[in-house]
């Protein structure tokens, strides 16, 4: 079966990434908006009887979620034999319960729009909880892919004598596997909300960081809130340097230059998310799942 790449303009780099890889075309999808705020949506490419593979990370989603919508059922409509959905940054999975009275559970919702549209679902490191898969929500085939294995080989390739730290007890399922691939020490801190915009963080157990290449890593940077609580209490260690990895990097609330100002001496995610701290490419190891 034929396959081809859609994307839009704002994942087009990534998708254009993947489709050289995969050797089949790329199209840009065309999106048209009316005065009044409706969208119309144009495919530029003849995609019947092929696999269509739409390429759109779901950061800033609720736009996003009807544009992938509508390009789907668009291709299904003009004769397309499959269609499947690469979401680097997969949305709304923070909502998985009823925390009060009330409230919607987003990500069963979420789900359940999206689910009609496509076969098959590809996302990386997605931020799951309460969740054991994505399956549990999502009604189509799903694929997680994870960027570890490129986070340490990264971390190899560019650093010496690294020392790996998790921010907080959630993020550590990251550091111990990624600082096992980039052979380096590892350990966490130990983090005490105070409210979604206030934490406190100190390290779990005494490592040697001074002299050290510090690399804090996380899935998600997102007002990195907790990455600057970490970053300013592993200064006092006095390491060489200070690097923060996230395979996610959303940036909300000027959170790249509060990292800077917080004493990172680099920012690095991969581009699962279009920004320019992005180093590492998620295109290979999404195209061997496809």
């Not at 092929?50 to 668009?74: F, G, N």
């Not at 294995?149 to 550590?172: A, R």
């Not at 959170?255 to 990172?264: E, R, S, T, V």
Request: hydrophobic share 40%; charged share 25%; with cysteine.
């Amino acid at each position: 079966m034929k396959k081809i790449v859609l994307s839009f303009s704002y994942s087009q780099k990534l998708g254009r990434n993947l489709a050289k890889k995969l050797n089949c075309k790329f199209s840009m999808v065309k999106i048209k908006e009316f005065p009044d705020k409706e969208k119309l949506i144009q495919l530029n490419a003849d995609v019947k009887n092929k696999q269509v593979i739409i390429v759109d990370s779901l950061y800033i989603p609720d736009e996003k979620i009807l544009d992938i919508c509508l390009t789907a059922d668009t291709a299904k409509d003009l004769g397309a034999k499959q269609v499947i959905l690469v979401a680097p940054y997969l949305c709304y999975l923070r909502q998985d319960k009823r925390f009060h009275t009330g409230e919607s559970i987003s990500s069963k919702t979420i789900a359940k729009i999206v689910s009609p549209f496509f076969s098959k679902l590809i996302t990386v490191d997605p931020h799951l909880h309460r969740y054991k898969s994505l399956g549990i929500i999502y009604r189509l085939k799903t694929k997680v892919l994870t960027a570890n294995y490129l986070i340490g080989e990264y971390i190899k390739k560019h650093y010496t004598n690294p020392v790996i730290i998790g921010p907080d007890e959630e993020s550590y399922q990251w550091a111990e596997v990624i600082a096992k691939i980039a052979g380096a020490e590892v350990t966490v801190c130990k983090k005490t909300r105070f409210s979604s915009r206030k934490v406190k963080v100190l390290l779990k157990n005494n490592i040697t960081i001074k002299g050290k290449e510090v690399i804090i890593v996380d899935d998600i940077i997102s007002t990195a809130h907790t990455m600057i609580e970490a970053i300013k209490h592993v200064k006092k260690y006095k390491p060489v340097s200070i690097t923060c990895i996230g395979v996610h990097g959303l940036f909300v609330e000027n959170a790249y230059n509060k990292l800077k100002k917080a004493g990172a001496d680099l920012i690095v995610t991969t581009n699962s998310v279009p920004h320019t701290t992005n180093k590492i490419d998620l295109s290979g190891l999404i195209s061997k799942e496809i």
